[in-house]
T-cell receptor, first 112, second 114 residues
Framework: DTAVSQTPKYLVTQMGNDKSIKCEQN?????MYWYKQDSKKFLKIMFS???????INETVPNRFSPKSPDKAHLNLHINSLELGDSAVYFC???????????FGSGTRLTVV | AQSVTQLDSQVPVFEEAPVELRCNYS??????LFWYVQYPNQGLQLLLK??????LVESINGFEAEFNKSQTSFHLRKPSVHISDTAEYFC????????????FGTGTRLQVTL
């Protein structure tokens, strides 16, 4: 009965590889997000989708491509991984303002 | 655009002592305010929020925060902390509008010791 679930929880991969992280929410929320948390714990929004439509696209390299097949899923595909992509990636969902976000437990990506 | 400042990166405190974690924000539009807590190796959990009405909001585990519009602050307090409160605490603002987004401060590490 997990509200926002992400897979995988851990991901170790070599530079140059392509990888995907999946996210699913069973809360009926309309909006989903991807956040990146760096090694200093700073959280920064990357993307936001509302009913499968991209509404926020921060200054993220175009190697990162989100995809939302339906409003309950938001996946993140990363091409040509770089060392600097190592971080914890959090998926979240919400009904939109003024409601807060519900976060997944995160995916720790390590690029070696 | 909005921003959040958490001046204290770390706050060490003894168990049963009071604590205050400071948060200041800036925004050109109305915002909603949140505190999230992140326990080690876990995701973020909503601790409390201010949307409107009473400026003092409380959580179920004894934390409270007060919205002060004139000082643009939303400080988090607890009168007596427990070892289990050790965690990273994030203040966040959510702007109004169609492309609203939750913007986080840099976090405050609360370290409770005996």
């Amino acid at each position: 009965d997990t509200a926002v679930s992400q897979t995988p929880k851990y991901l170790v991969t070599q530079m140059g590889n392509d990888k995907s992280i999946k996210c699913e929410q069973n809360l009926g929320h309309d909006t989903m997000y991807w956040y990146k948390q760096d090694s200093k714990k700073f959280l920064k929004i990357m993307f936001s989708y509302n009913n499968k439509e991209l509404i926020i696209n921060e200054t993220v390299p175009n190697r990162f491509s989100p995809k939302s097949p339906d409003k309950a899923h938001l996946n993140l595909h990363i091409n040509s991984l770089e060392l600097g992509d190592s971080a914890v990636y959090f998926c979240a969902s919400s009904y939109g303002a003024p409601h807060g976000y519900t976060f997944g437990s995160g995916t720790r990506l390590t690029v070696v | 655009a909005q921003s959040v400042t958490q001046l204290d990166s770390q706050v060490p405190v003894f168990e049963e002592a009071p604590v205050e974690l400071r948060c200041n924000y800036s925004s050109s539009v109305s915002v909603y305010l949140f505190w999230y807590v992140q326990y080690p190796n876990q995701g973020l959990q909503l601790l409390l929020k201010y949307l409107s009405g009473s400026t003092l909001v409380e959580s179920i585990n004894g934390f409270e925060a007060e919205f002060n519009k004139s000082q643009t602050s939303f400080h988090l307090r607890k009168p007596s902390v427990h070892i289990s409160d050790t965690a990273e605490y994030f203040c966040a603002v959510l702007n109004t509008g169609t492309a609203s987004k939750l913007t986080f401060g840099t976090g405050t590490r609360l370290q409770v010791t005996l």
